[in-house]
């Protein structure tokens, strides 16, 4: 059964909870691009297949739950028609490379890294090296330091130009050794500048020594970040460039990245009906300001699909095909870091006939880039791992906060909430601004979905891991938070933000009379004192459960 | 291709309809709603919606009706819905089970049809009465009670196609999940013989066994599978009419899926 696991999980099925008749199947979006026709054949696989829903996840990948394992195979077929593949989407492998959705219309990028993201990905799919490592291995490409998360990944990398003898010349700031789990590191920048040339030959040789002595036994610690923890940043550094020294010098045939660097065609698509000048829909004011970012192309903007966790229904990814082919000047879509989906280049004019046309399929919801859309992992709804109903906590979170119009609040827009069913760190948690990971809390022998919680984590320039606060019930996870937004507007100065507020405090350098984590979970503590089952026997269920809450789990797959 | 066993015909294609219609050697039903049906239909379609038929499906009552649609024993019939082939599954199914033996589904549907562009009508055609044969056969149908003691044999299979959430919540225990969106392509009801026997082989739905299969409540969706079966060359397939829903009124025996929120994953 081992070696059928092994099979199963490289070409992109994994486990499901407490089953082994259903898998999910993982497609991967490199650099998160997808066209109308995928998402068609998506659409169409979710109801065949699936539940009649997909879901994308954090990693640009969009996944079908429940799928009965013998059909698995119907599932690949109709992939390789749209050209998409879950080969290589879990197991030991190179995982989907991600690249930041603005890669290409962000204002603070130096250039485009898309075209390097997608090379890559194609280097490594099927490629020999990449087939057995000791742990999955993750690149993440980005614009910039703000939209990105190179710091918390295998391999990050930021675009930058350096002035080399009077010309200028491509490279990146790459960052290694980085990652979330269930214990997370920051990664470390492995020199300056690494020119474009030398990206390739940096890839395999950091794959190379982590094949090498990566650790093979010890299963739970065994992505390449515990490597560079226990040898120590410096030692991995130097190997790492003397062993990119031996791969560029002794490559039998000269191996480049094939980048295609050819500017997509941006061409805005021709509308038969001259729909301008009708008047805005409610709410359009609201969309534009918490869903839509401005372009570094004047008259563009790309647009954020706000979604529920991540979830898709059949009918919105049929009309996520039709909306591409009438608003993008690109003609695809961008998955995101965050279970989410980008629109881009979309003209300044036809933002309204885009609302609208977005309110027919239920996919107009505000919120997209703000606080108020949390991540959940999929949680007890299908991981085998899963503690608590992070997925639905997510939800409730976000139907909640988007009904007080907590959007439109700027003070929230740059803090994040990410929640994860279990210690393991699918929902990120660990780089939240205010980050939950599911457990069970008991009273007596009444058993309760209980999350702990930490504040200040960040994955931008200033990346760090958030510092545990308390535990918080599932059923008191919403009333916690308005409190700590509440104790935040209180004490905030004139221009803080939720986050940077909470970044003194963790820094240990705000000097209202909350100075410490300590001092807001003081605060926090009375509203999380177990009721009796008695006095409230809601509390000791978990989110979408009628039941009494117990934790089960099952086998995970990491060390298949 | 060699082939010991007769291939039945399953569905009838576009084209040969229209020529049949034209040579007026054809009887088609529409299934559509009364009000759809007098709008615009294919050319010399009667009409039976799936509601009249299903508010007495009496042997006795069906026969009635297929008489008064001017069918007897020898008229081939053509029979579409807008429903994916669901509704027009059924009514199918019903003249079979009375006796009819010459009786297909339209490849597609009424929508598709009209998209191509090809000819409907609006007037409605005069039939006269004709005499069918009441020849019963009961070897499609699969009762509750048929259900309940064929489950425990081994060579019986049984096939829930609803969708995915719905089994998961409940269903009827030994029952395996093939949703009937499974079973169409592209503008077909129905995948082509190749890729149906593949899926099914897939799932093990293959050689003699006895394949039951059932829906939610009226038989439609696994009418519509229960011909998805014979179309892959698989014969001995009963369709359990009353379905889940008079199960579940007759408090036997279902099982559930456990210990997953399975429906917190769906973005309904």
């Known amino acids: ?560 | 291709m060699c082939c010991l066993t007769q291939s039945v015909k399953i569905t009838s294609d576009i084209d040969s309809v229209r020529s049949e219609i034209r040579d007026n050697s054809i009887s088609v039903i529409d299934v559509r709603r009364e009000g759809d049906y007098k709008q615009d239909h294919i050319p010399n379609s009667v009409n039976l919606p799936l509601a009249t038929l299903l508010s007495d499906d009496s042997p006795e009552n069906v026969l009635k009706l297929v008489n008064s649609m001017g069918i007897d024993n020898e008229t081939p019939v053509v029979v579409y819905d807008d429903t994916f082939g669901a509704l027009a599954s059924r009514v199918a199914w019903t003249l079979e089970w009375i006796g009819h033996s010459n009786v297909t589904l339209l490849e597609t549907t009424y929508s598709n049809w009209k998209s191509l562009g090809l000819e409907i009508d609006s007037k409605i055609p005069d039939v006269s009465k004709k005499d069918h044969s009441m020849n019963l056969q009961s070897n499609i149908l699969a009762t509750s009670d048929y259900l309940e003691s064929a489950k425990t044999r081994d060579d019986v299979i049984l096939i829930d196609n609803r969708e995915r959430l719905n089994y998961l919540e409940q269903h009827i225990p030994g029952a395996m999940s093939l949703p009937y969106r499974t079973l169409a392509s592209g503008d077909k009801i129905l995948r082509s013989k190749e890729d149906m026997k593949r899926l099914l082989d897939n799932r093990g739905i293959s050689g003699d066994s006895e394949i039951i299969t059932y829906c939610g409540s009226v038989g439609t969706l696994s009418g519509l599978a229960y011909y998805a079966l014979k179309s892959a060359g698989l014969p001995n397939a009963k369709l359990y009419v009353r379905s889940f829903k008079e199960w579940k009124n007759l408090q036997k025996p279902t099982i559930k899926q456990e210990d997953a929120n399975y429906w917190d994953l769906s973005a309904e």
């Open chain 1, 1 to 560: 059964m081992l070696s059928f696991r092994r099979f199963r999980l490289q070409h992109g099925a994994y486990g499901t909870r407490m089953t082994s008749d259903y898998a999910m199947v993982r497609v991967k979006l490199p650099a998160g691009e997808i066209y109308p026709k995928q998402f068609e054949k998506l659409s169409q696989l979710s109801e065949q297949y699936s539940i009649g829903s997909a879901h994308f996840s954090t990693r640009e990948n969009i996944q079908l739950h429940w799928v009965i394992l013998e059909d698995v195979s119907e599932i690949f077929r109709s992939l390789a028609e749209v050209g998409l593949t879950s080969r290589e989407a879990c197991g030991n492998s190179v995982r989907n490379v991600m690249c930041s959705p603005l890669s290409g219309v962000c204002c603070d990028e130096k250039f485009d890294s898309t075209p390097y993201a997608l090379a890559t990905a194609k280097f490594f799919l099927r490629n020999p090296m990449a087939q057995s490592l000791p742990r999955k291995f993750k690149f993440n490409f980005t614009c910039c330091e703000k939209h990105g998360m190179v710091r918390m990944v295998d391999v990050g990398l930021i675009p930058e130009i350096q002035q080399i003898d009077g010309s200028e010349q491509k490279g990146f700031k790459i960052f290694l050794g980085g990652g979330l789990g269930n214990k997370s590191f920051v990664g470390h920048q492995l020199e300056d500048f690494t020119p474009e040339e030398d990206l390739l030959y940096t890839s395999i040789a950091v794959m190379r020594i982590f094949d090498r002595l990566g650790d093979r036994k010890n299963l739970a610690r065994n992505r390449m970040r515990y490597l560079v923890n226990d040898m120590g940043w410096e030692k991995f550094q130097n190997l790492v460039l003397k062993e990119r020294a031996i791969v560029r010098a002794t490559q039998s045939v000269v191996t480049r990245l094939k980048v295609d660097t050819t500017p997509n065609k941006i061409k805005r698509p021709l509308k038969i009906s001259d729909e301008t000048g009708g008047s805005a829909p409610d709410g359009y004011a609201r969309w534009l300001k918490t869903n839509t970012i401005k372009q570094k192309q004047s008259d563009y903007r790309s647009v954020f699909i706000t979604l529920e966790a991540g979830d898709i229904t059949s009918n919105q990814l049929n009309a996520l095909a039709d909306v591409i082919r009438e608003f993008s000047s690109e003609g695809m879509a961008r998955s995101g870091f965050v279970q989410n989906v980008a629109l881009r280049y979309v003209h300044e004019d036809d933002l309204i006939s885009l609302y609208s046309k977005l309110i027919q399929s239920g996919l107009a919801k505000s919120g997209a880039l703000t606080m108020t859309t949390p991540i959940g992992c999929s949680g007890t709804t299908s991981c085998n791992l899963a503690l608590t109903n992070s997925h639905r906590l997510a939800k409730e979170i976000q139907r909640k906060f988007l009904e007080l119009h907590l959007d439109e609040d700027e003070d929230l827009t740059d803090s994040s909430i990410k929640i994860s069913g279990c210690p393991n760190s699918c929902g990120q948690h660990g780089i939240a601004t205010i980050g939950f990971f599911g457990g069970g809390g008991r009273l007596g022998k009444d058993m309760y979905a209980n999350y702990q919680m930490s504040l200040g984590g960040r994955f931008d320039g200033e990346t760090m891991l958030g510092q545990t606060c308390l535990r918080v019930p599932a059923k008191r996870v919403i009333p916690v938070i308005l409190k700590i937004i509440e104790l935040f507007k209180e004490n905030k100065k004139s221009d803080d933000t939720l986050k940077s507020w909470i970044h003194r405090i963790v820094n240990d350098s705000e000097d209202s009379e909350i100075k410490s984590i300590n001092d807001i979970k003081k605060i926090l503590e009375p509203l999380v004192v177990p009721p009796t089952k008695d006095d409230d026997p809601d509390f000791y269920l978990d989110y979408g459960s009628d039941t009494s809450y117990h934790t089960k789990t099952g086998k995970g797959e990491c060390a298949a």
